[in-house]
């Protein structure tokens, strides 16, 4: 049986039709799938282009195909192509395929209408919360108090309405959007960590005078507060405190970004890296650091802090989504308060013992998301889905 995978992500195509991403859900993300499915069907955005440069990855190949969504970026473009989108979208998909939909996602919604009226039982990855995604700062757009609205109610009843669910939080997201009572449901991460993403427990000198702090996230929206780290560390700096700051990620509110540091007079201090592709080159980056720091105004399950406590880095975290469920309290802060941050940075940095404790307790964590440990659950839910198909199906044979 083939499952179709509906998601928001943006991948590129080129000339020769070949997918490819440079950040995530490359071909090796979607063997996942092939432990239940014969065939992955993607439906996703893709942005033609005539070539690549370094660093990218293939998405389709044997077993694995694309379907081309018309690229948009932002609610008001994918409001002009939404009637192409609908019909794309309705069009990948043929009775007799399993469906899963990784959500929020505005692609998937039209399909999700369909699949209702037809009946049609389909499966739901929650791995991000639009309450969140929309809440005030982290978005900026003159709609977003009706978009935050709308597209948490929206998810709230895909969930009621789908025969299995998925969430990428232990309790988060469930709590927020809970699924029907007879509805199959469990949790898992994204993250899959192999044996090489582990690191070792570090230890930490009283006699250290500079501090390397890393943070790892897009900078296409101002929800992961790169700002509010950038006013933490000149607030540190103002204290006395020798730090620098790498920057991995990249998007269009970097000249922003660069402009308040600037401003800030911390142009030596902050060194925008860019985006690396995954794997080695982002861990090479973690293990140059001594504090992991994402002051989030909203999360859903932050992969990245979960491969830099593989790495047994110290994490610094905000209150928000699921990052309570990776830190204990003492390690985060509210979200958008750099002066908390800073205090919060300083008290970490400046106790050596607590750094390493916070490093082995970190290590210990990340093992919760061993791929030995997460396929068993991720695997009972895609056959509860593919089994839910097949019943639908023999309903339906006359």
Same mark, same amino acid.
């Given at each position: 049986m083939q499952v179709?995978?509906?998601?928001?992500?943006?991948?590129?195509?080129?000339?020769?039709?070949?997918?490819?991403?440079?950040?995530?859900?490359?071909?090796?993300?979607?063997?996942?799938?092939?432990?239940?499915?014969?065939?992955?069907?993607?439906?996703?955005?893709?942005? +033609?282009?005539? +070539?690549?440069?370094?660093?990218?990855?293939?998405?389709?190949?044997?077993?694995?195909?694309?379907?081309?969504?018309?690229?948009?970026?932002?609610?008001?473009?994918?409001?002009?192509?939404?009637?192409?989108?609908?019909?794309?979208?309705?069009?990948?998909?043929?009775?007799?395929? +399993?469906?899963?939909?990784?959500?929020?996602?505005?692609?998937?919604?039209?399909?999700?209408?369909?699949?209702r009226q037809m009946?049609?039982?389909?499966?739901?990855?929650?791995?991000?919360?639009?309450?969140?995604?929309?809440? =005030?700062?982290?978005?900026?757009?003159?709609?977003?108090?009706?978009?935050?609205?709308?597209?948490?109610?929206?998810?709230?009843?895909?969930?009621?309405?789908?025969?299995?669910?998925?969430?990428?939080?232990?309790?988060?997201?469930?709590?927020?959007?809970? @699924?029907?009572?007879?509805?199959?449901?469990?949790?898992? =991460?994204?993250?899959?960590?192999?044996?090489?993403?582990?690191?070792?427990?570090?230890?930490?000198?009283?006699?250290?005078?500079?501090?390397?702090?890393?943070?790892?996230?897009?900078?296409?929206?101002?929800?992961?507060?790169?700002?509010?780290?950038?006013?933490?560390?000149?607030?540190?700096?103002?204290?006395?405190?020798?730090?620098?700051?790498?920057?991995?990620?990249?998007?269009?509110?970097?000249?922003?970004?660069?402009?308040?540091?600037?401003?800030?007079?911390?142009?030596?201090?902050?060194?925008?890296?860019?985006?690396?592709?995954?794997?080695?080159?982002?861990?090479?980056?973690?293990?140059?650091?001594?504090?992991?720091?994402?002051? =989030?105004?909203?999360?859903?399950? @932050?992969?990245?802090?979960?491969?830099?406590?593989?790495?047994?880095? @110290?994490?610094?975290?905000?209150?928000?989504?699921?990052?309570?469920?990776?830190? @204990?309290?003492?390690?985060?802060?509210p979200p958008g308060?750099?002066?908390?941050?800073?205090?919060?940075?300083?008290?970490?940095?400046?106790?050596?013992?607590?750094?390493?404790?916070?490093?082995?307790?970190?290590?210990?964590? +990340?093992?919760?998301?061993?791929?030995?440990?997460?396929?068993?659950?991720?695997?009972?839910?895609?056959?509860?889905?593919?089994?839910?198909?097949?019943?639908?199906?023999?309903?339906?044979?006359?």
């Amino acid at each position: 049986m083939q499952v179709t995978v509906v998601l928001e992500h943006r991948f590129v195509q080129t000339q020769d039709g070949a997918t490819w991403t440079k950040i995530a859900f490359a071909n090796s993300f979607w063997q996942r799938y092939l432990d239940v499915f014969d065939h992955v069907r993607i439906i996703a955005r893709a942005l +033609a282009v005539e +070539a690549l440069s370094s660093g990218w990855q293939r998405v389709d190949g044997e077993r694995v195909s694309f379907a081309a969504v018309p690229h948009y970026i932002g609610p008001w473009q994918y409001l002009r192509k939404r009637f192409t989108i609908q019909r794309v979208v309705r069009e990948a998909f043929r009775p007799g395929q +399993a469906v899963i939909m990784r959500m929020s996602s505005p692609i998937a919604a039209p399909l999700e209408t369909y699949l209702r009226q037809m009946e049609y039982p389909y499966g739901l990855e929650v791995v991000g919360d639009p309450y969140g995604t929309f809440s =005030s700062g982290a978005v900026k757009h003159p709609l977003r108090p009706f978009f935050r609205w709308w597209f948490s109610r929206q998810l709230r009843e895909q969930c009621m309405r789908s025969a299995a669910v998925a969430y990428v939080t232990q309790q988060a997201l469930q709590k927020r959007y809970p @699924p029907a009572l007879d509805a199959f449901s469990t949790h898992y =991460s994204s993250i899959e960590l192999k044996n090489t993403d582990f690191g070792a427990a570090r230890e930490f000198e009283q006699t250290a005078t500079m501090f390397t702090l890393i943070i790892v996230g897009t900078i296409d929206q101002p929800y992961k507060a790169h700002d509010v780290l950038i006013d933490a560390l000149g607030i540190s700096s103002q204290r006395g405190l020798n730090l620098r700051l790498l920057v991995v990620g990249d998007g269009r509110n970097r000249l922003a970004l660069e402009q308040q540091v600037r401003q800030l007079g911390l142009s030596s201090n902050v060194f925008f890296l860019g985006q690396l592709p995954a794997g080695t080159p982002v861990r090479e980056q973690l293990d140059l650091a001594d504090l992991f720091v994402l002051p =989030s105004r909203y999360e859903g399950l @932050p992969r990245a802090m979960i491969e830099a406590m593989a790495r047994g880095l @110290p994490c610094i975290g905000s209150t928000v989504g699921g990052i309570p469920e990776l830190l @204990p309290p003492e390690d985060m802060v509210p979200p958008g308060d750099a002066v908390a941050l800073a205090d919060k940075i300083h008290e970490v940095l400046s106790d050596p013992q607590r750094m390493c404790r916070m490093s082995a307790r970190n290590l210990k964590k +990340a093992r919760e998301y061993h791929e030995d440990v997460l396929r068993e659950r991720r695997i009972e839910f895609y056959q509860y889905v593919r089994e839910k198909t097949e019943e639908w199906i023999a309903r339906n044979a006359h």
